[in-house]
């Protein structure tokens, strides 16, 4: 039972390649690249692709480095994938942004003189003009960066400015899970990018569910989250919804792989058609809803068997998993 179980069970992993691609995501994908790499960014660049949780934002960023490593190395792009969901707190937010922003800009490749240093003195300046980024990131900042103790955010601004705008390459700074974060943390990364988002010939990628950040923003600021948001991301996408019908492909042939030694008989084919269109279809709107209900079934199903008719018990699983107020009540009800 257990090596089935580990056989069946699917991991909630967003794609990597486009090829494995079944939901249409792959086309969007191109297309959002291109646009990436042909677009003016002569005074930085800050998109955002949005989208619920689940829905496929990261599938996306990796089917667009997908498109990118396929470019030739003269066009390709410098790529930092920025995670802040990896680290702890707001002063690993700011030393880990700026250290990863730091290493690129003053690698071997670039070969830009005193960026380096220059990067480390905004990074301070930036901490000492936002009085909430806490002291620790401060001290941790200068120990890092060995950086004067006062420094003026315009001036260094407009010397980091002068230096990348001389780079023959872009650089895309992929900024994804920004809505696992904390309402605090959140509205730290987006000050950050608002203190960097016009750095010339960087293009700043952020995924997150626009929801969930809105909501945080004004948790905190006291102000409209949607207007903050306006003012920092110049342009948005969303996720695109899909098809439905290749939603039901993709779960129906997972299905076939727990019920595929089930007698044909046993399974009442019209009756299931009409149990999950009427019904479980509505539960599965995105990929990680798919993943969740496979995986429950591949769990649940194999010890019962014998025991349950598997129409009905797929149509009480998907209550049980995506309605668990109405499965209660069947549950406590069962007379």
Partial sequence: MKKNIARNFLPD??????????????????????????????????????????????????????????????????????????????????????????????????????????????????????????????????????????????????????????????????????????????????????????????????????DVAIKSLESIQKISGSEYLEKIVQASFDVPTPEKSLLNTLFTDKLNQIFNKLPQKAFETNRWQSVFFDGIEKFLSTPRSVTKFYNSLSITYPALKNEVNPVDFVAIESLRQFSPYAYDIIRLNEK
């Fill in 13 to 210: 992993k967003p794609l990597v390649l486009k090829k494995d691609d079944r939901l249409g995501y792959s086309k969007f994908a191109e297309n959002l690249s291109r646009g990436l790499i042909n677009a003016n960014a002569t005074e930085g660049l800050v998109v955002s692709l949005n989208g619920k949780w689940g829905s496929g934002k990261t599938t996306i960023l990796n089917f667009i480095f997908d498109e990118i490593d396929k470019l030739p190395e003269t066009q390709k792009p410098i790529v930092i994938r920025f995670n802040p969901w990896w680290f702890s707190g707001q002063d690993d937010l700011i030393r880990n942004f700026f250290d990863q922003l730091r290493t690129t800009l003053d690698s071997k490749e670039l070969k830009i003189e005193g960026l380096k240093d220059l990067i480390g003195d905004f990074a301070q300046a930036v901490g000492d003009y936002y009085p909430d980024i806490p002291w620790q990131a401060r001290i941790i900042t200068r120990f890092l960066f060995k950086v004067r103790p006062k420094q003026n955010i315009p001036e260094l601004k407009s010397k980091i400015s002068e230096k990348l705008a001389k780079l023959d390459s872009r650089i895309f700074v992929v900024i994804d899970d920004i809505d696992r974060l904390i309402p605090e943390e959140i509205r730290q990364i987006f000050r950050l990018i608002k203190a960097v988002a016009d750095f010339p010939n960087i293009i700043y990628i952020l995924a997150f569910d626009k």
